[in-house]
């Protein structure tokens, strides 16, 4: 699985690479977020365009991957400043038709991979095309933005009612390389959901891109190595589990999704 960090930081970016971390997420994506975010305490970034060439400037082997705004006036221009300051990848975010993922293609011009990330009822519904869209590299779903659009009060909400499990069976039978929600510190115990058993899910649909999740930005520099080591170990475990200890995985997650839900209702 490749691993994506979020950070402007470029020690923390150094130590990531040298964790094995395979990207560097640059968040540029600020238009509309805060108001259909509103009230879920979710994560809006400070970053800026000088931070891309910041990380650029001290890794060597992870790629630098960029979250632009959602497709507005601007878009072209953003999209080329990122690629002149050494994004190796750009992704868009938050849109709605065949169209506007076709634009943001044609924008990035094969100077970058391009990536989609589905986080709107109506992409999600053609989700087929997109994965057949030429230049298209890569789809991550974006659960947060996707349980608001949905009216979902909890993000997971789209694991448990099937929502999840429908999108990664339309990506596996794409060929695409995929990724869906984001991954926890396995060593937290105060999630709402253990780290471990979204991990595995993610794992056994098929996803082979993951984010580390805030989680992962609330210890010291020091203590990421060994929390990198232990989801490789882990990734390696669910790969190989039997179908006897998935099952058991599934239905505890969901058990833990419920309950969750069932509080928050």
Known sequence: MKLSIITKDPDLAI???AAGIDRIFIDLERLGKAQRQTGRNLFLSDHC?????????????AKVLVRIDPLHPGSKQQIANGIDAGADMIMLPYFHRLDEAQEFVDLVR???TALLLVETPEAAAILADLCRL??????????????ISLGKQFLFDLIVDGTVEKLCDVLRRSGLPFGFGGIGCLKRRDLPVAPELILAFQICQGATRGWLGRSFRDFKISQLRESVAELRAAIEYWNSADLQEKERMRLELMCQISSVSACSA
């Open 49 to 61: 365009l000088l931070d891309i060439a910041k990380i650029r400037r001290v890794i060597h082997k």
């Open 134 to 147: 030429p230049g298209v590299s890569e789809i991550h779903v974006g659960l947060n933005d996707l349980s």
């Open 110 to 112: 094969g100077k970058a």
């Open 15 to 17: 130590q990531a690479e």
